[in-house]
């Protein structure tokens, strides 16, 4: 009731309120190099997406309203076929505090070939192989700014479950995800209050984050199990989870040292990974504007149990090349080596520019070598493409 | 009570530099028969520095017009909202509008005199706030032909300085001087300024690359009077002499005494930024 009333007094401000409209809106065409693993999967994919945004604020800027919502079809995968509200989130800001209530994404980390720290937001795995797209996450979170830096407290109510590729989708196992069945250690299930907090603080030309979370693990195991026709799938199984991370980077003259260590208790079990590494940049190449970085990043996965872990003892190299011209073009070139097996690697490029103040291509590729049955990354050994995106914005 | 505080640490800031302004004036008479170039130059410098303090806050509305060889023109628009601080270089905050792909994106600058500017940029599509490597100073600005470096506040600390001649610029009696960056990853070798005698702004500035050849040549038109002491350009015209290429720095709206404070310019809040 209460919150009724102070919505009804905020109504007036809100009708008044200018609504700020923008967002952008693609078409991809995905091709893959070779056959498909299983006879139902295509070569080529066409797919599609709406991601608009609104905003406002008002009582002098100190509150605001943010909506940005996500809508894709896919030619091929009904699953990929998905609607999120990335956030819908109403910001309350002090002074020196805010709280902010409803969906929304929070980023935590330094490094670029792995995000071990970032935590809060569920991994909208059907988006992209790169895990960098998340689902929106209900929060209240209460944040501080001071001098001796910016602390956040987090209470999640509400856990979003990972989606996954259907069987006409590429990027999957051999067996469905029965992602209707999913099981809890939680009683609570999703309901289950997660909660997190986490202080950030620049220290000179250091950046340094420590960070704490326990609640449901974002990233599901699974249990095989079979239907009443004896037809076998795979129960995702989300354990509670304790998780103590650290994120560093450093500017130390051309070099930028970024480091992320964590630490998980689960299933009374704990496990530690870390991912490390530098950027080197070398600014006007040959005399041109041109900006070249140099990328490496050490990859640690103390786990033995691969299901989960992609990283275990892996080195990515890369390369950004930022053109810095009126187009905003830039090129990352990258190649993960796995260190156990010398056959499994993965290479990616990453390219895109303006075509003009609406428009924007991108070209994504990704190679998967892999001929080791029990690493992950075996399932995606016939997924090799590429994909050109025309985007608009607004 | 913030904005109250705030404005009784101006009036303390004008009066101080009123005294401060006074004894530069009458040490400048003292000592004007036997000064060297370089104590010239500086003394410059810092009158310069000395006429543009006290302005407190303020938040402008931008347009940059970026224009190649064949005359072809693309608009990029900003906000800039900027603090002065006494004992430090200035805080800026820089909100991009166009083009739409960057929408959203916010850049975070505390300028300081000797050691490299903290920055930082809030990325909308990842929610992250990165911190940025400011010795890259020397690259371009959003593609335009203004550097990093452009962009950062004037601090005296930066340059040795060096009174060349005085010089008539568009009917304004002006000193003519060169500007050498102490700071090895600065783009230029030098920099050759044109401040007018009468009200010391800075109307013409010559670039010159790491090789000593000319690169840009910087003319400031439309000079507007704020809060009754401080002059800005309403345009600034950054011409590239090696590739032909110019951008247009155009103010369409500048306010003063706007109520920023320091938590406006915190990377925590970057994310809220519109």
């Keep these: 009731m209460k919150t009724l009333i102070s919505l009804i007094a905020f109504l007036p401000t809100l009708v008044f309120a200018e609504i700020e409209y923008s967002g952008s809106a693609g078409v991809e065409q995905r091709y893959y190099f070779q056959d498909a693993l299983y006879p139902v999967q295509e070569r080529s994919n066409l797919s599609v997406y709406f991601a608009p945004e609104l905003f406002t604020s008002f009582n002098n800027g100190n509150d605001s309203i943010l909506f940005k919502g996500f809508y894709r079809f896919d030619q091929q995968d009904e699953e990929r076929t998905h609607a999120d509200i990335r956030e819908f989130v109403w910001t309350h800001s002090g002074e020196e505090w805010e709280v902010k209530t409803g969906i929304s994404k929070v980023f935590w980390g330094q490094t670029e070939s792995l995000h071990l720290v970032d935590i809060i937001n569920q991994t909208d795995a059907v988006e992209a192989i790169d895990g960098e797209d998340k689902l929106g996450q209900p929060m209240v979170a209460f944040s501080l700014f001071k001098d001796w830096g910016d602390t956040t407290v987090f209470v999640l109510p509400y856990f979003r479950e990972r989606i996954f590729s259907g069987s006409d989708g590429r990027f999957r196992a051999t067996l469905p995800v029965d992602t209707d069945n999913p099981i809890f250690e939680s009683d609570d299930e999703e309901k289950n209050i997660d909660w997190a907090i986490r202080w950030q603080h620049t220290l000179g030309d250091w950046e340094v984050g ?57 299933m009374e079990q704990d496990f530690t990974a870390f991912v490390g590494g530098f950027e080197y940049s070398f600014v006007g190449l040959f005399d041109t504007v041109y900006d070249v970085n140099w990328l490496m990043e050490y990859q640690y996965d103390d786990r033995e149990d691969l299901t989960n872990a992609f990283a275990q003892n892996d080195l990515m190299v890369g390369s950004r090349l930022v053109f810095n011209d009126v187009d905003g073009t830039e090129i990352l070139l990258g190649l993960v080596q796995d260190l156990d097996y010398s056959n499994v690697r993965t290479g990616f490029i990453e390219a895109s520019s303006r075509i003009n103040d609406h428009w924007k291509w991108r070209v994504d590729a990704w190679l998967f070598s892999s001929d080791e049955p029990s690493e992950p990354s075996y399932l995606l050994r016939r997924d090799d493409y590429v994909q050109l995106s025309i985007e608009y914005y607004f | ?214 690169l840009k040549e910087l003319i400031n038109y439309e000079f507007t009077l704020y809060l009754h002491k401080f002059w800005r350009p309403m345009r600034i015209e950054m011409f590239n002499e090696q590739n032909g290429k110019s951008t247009d720095l155009v103010t369409h709206e500048l306010s003063f005494n706007t109520g920023l404070t320091d938590s406006d310019f915190n990377k925590g809040t970057l994310k809220n930024v519109r």
């Design chain 2, 1 to 214: 009570m913030l904005n109250k505080s705030l404005l009784m640490n101006k009036c303390i800031i004008s009066s101080l530099s009123k005294v401060v302004l006074v004894f530069t004036l009458m040490t400048s008479s003292l000592y004007s028969y036997a000064q060297s170039a370089e104590d010239k130059g500086l003394a410059i410098a810092k009158e310069r520095k000395l006429r543009d303090m006290g302005w407190g806050d303020s938040t402008g509305n931008l347009s940059m017009i970026l224009r190649n060889a064949q005359g072809e023109e693309v608009e990029r628009k900003i906000r800039l909202k900027s603090l002065e601080m006494v004992d430090d270089g200035d805080k800026g905050l820089t909100i991009f509008d166009q083009p739409l792909d960057v929408k959203g994106t916010a850049f975070l600058s505390f300028s300081h005199a000797l050691k490299p500017d903290d920055q930082w940029m809030f990325l909308p599509k990842l929610s992250k706030v990165k911190r940025i490597r400011s010795r890259n100073k020397s690259g371009p600005f959003m593609g335009s032909e203004f550097a990093f470096e452009d962009m950062s506040s004037f601090e005296i600390e930066k340059y040795n300085f060096k009174h060349l001649r005085d010089e008539t610029f568009e009917g304004q009696a002006s000193f003519v001087s060169e500007q050498v960056p102490i700071d090895k990853d600065s783009g230029y070798s030098k920099q050759i300024t044109w401040v007018d005698k009468k009200h010391y702004r800075v109307l013409k500035v010559e670039f010159y690359d790491r090789k000593g050849s000319l």
């Design chain 1, 210 to 266: 420590l960070s704490y979370f326990d609640g449901t693990s974002r990233e599901p195991d699974f249990v095989l199990t079979a239907n009443e026709f004896l037809e076998p799938s795979l129960r995702p199984f989300y354990p509670q989870i304790q998780q103590a991370g650290i994120d560093v980077l450093a500017l130390l003259g051309d070099w930028t040292v970024k480091f992320e260590g964590i630490q998980r208790k689960v």
